[in-house]
């Protein structure tokens, strides 16, 4: 059965540095995403690609945050100078037309 | 903007009981309804879903959902629930359209005694 992967599985960073987690979807899907989980948290929205833009974004998706679809099959989010409220666990997730996202296991940064 | 109420935080059962964990959700439409359900330290997996037609769906695991339209709930159900069912569960609503963002709910944790 087709599934997302994510790598790392898990990035320790220090603060300021720039970090890129890396996802390949469901190689048919067209929509792709990125949610978040900050630890004891809800899952949370941070931004959809379609057709290689951004189609929707959320309030935490500010400047620090980039998102690529650098060829065929990567996804990836950057972000350019890390804070210690960015440790959270990040999400990557794809849907066809019919809006079932599938998800990855997921990133977990660590920002010391 | 939709949101989505869990209003339990935390339940606790016997193996072997039945469950309910509860779901309203707010939105102006009928929205795509589903429920995940996270185990520790593993990503999200699907349990099942309502986008249309009969109200009660069927998932995995021998889970079970009902939309119920006029209390804006959809609240997922099991009848024996196994150890193996200790998780988080995930209730979250998507708009009736292709690549919106999902919203999620709080969150249950749930607890299965032996």
């Known amino acids: 059965e087709p599934e997302v992967t994510q790598t790392p599985s898990h990035q320790v960073t220090q603060m300021g540095q720039e970090v890129i987690l890396r996802c390949v979807p469901i190689?048919?899907?067209?929509?792709f995403y990125w949610y978040r989980q900050i630890l004891g948290q809800k899952v949370e929205f941070l931004v959809s690609?379609?057709?290689?833009?951004?189609?929707?974004k959320s309030e935490i998706f500010d400047d620090q945050f980039s998102v690529e679809r650098p060829d065929g099959s990567n996804f990836t989010l950057k972000i350019r100078s890390t804070k210690l409220e960015d440790s959270a666990m990040y999400f990557c997730a794809s849907s066809g037309l019919d809006d079932e996202q599938f998800f990855g296991p997921g990133t977990r940064l660590t920002v010391l | 903007a939709q949101s989505v109420t869990q209003p339990d935080i935390h339940i606790t059962v016997s193996e072997g009981a039945s469950l309910e964990l509860r779901c309203n959700y707010s939105?102006?439409?009928?929205?795509?309804l589903f429920w995940y359900v996270q185990s520790p330290g593993q990503g999200l997996q699907l349990l099942l879903k309502y986008f249309s037609g009969d109200t009660l769906v069927q998932g995995i695991k021998g889970f079970e959902a009902e939309f119920k339209r006029s209390q804006s709930s959809f609240n997922l159900r099991k009848p024996s629930v196994h150890w193996s069912d200790a998780a988080e569960y995930f209730c979250a609503v998507v708009q009736e359209t292709s690549g919106s963002r999902l919203t999620f709910g709080e969150g249950t944790q749930l607890t299965v005694n032996p």
């Open positions: 690609f379609y057709n290689n833009e951004i189609s929707e």
């Open positions: 190689s048919n899907h067209l929509y």
């Open positions: 939105y102006g439409a009928t929205p795509y």
